[in-house]
């Protein structure tokens, strides 16, 4: 979460607490480290691991993300399983 004790919040930290999120990460290979004030970093000091590790886990699960695009909407394809 950002410094100045604001926490992130939103439907993901809501469906997901501190323990399954670093869980996550881990079993992804992202060494983390727990600051005294209990904020987490990955140990490289650099937002971009997080990112990477999103990116290949999006590539690995076939999503597909489109950048600079607008979405005017989002539908359920049930017959597919998927959005």
Known sequence: YPRGKREITGAF???????E???WF????LEMKVEP?????PVSNRASSVVDLLRMEAKN???NVFCDVKVKSV???QSEGRF
């Open 26 to 29: 881990s079993q992804r290979g």
């Open 61 to 63: 699960q076939n999503v």
């Open 75 to 77: 539908e359920w394809a």
């Open 21 to 23: 999120v670093y869980s």
């Open 37 to 41: 004030d209990g904020r987490v970093f």
């Open 13 to 19: 930290t809501s469906k997901f607490g501190p323990k």
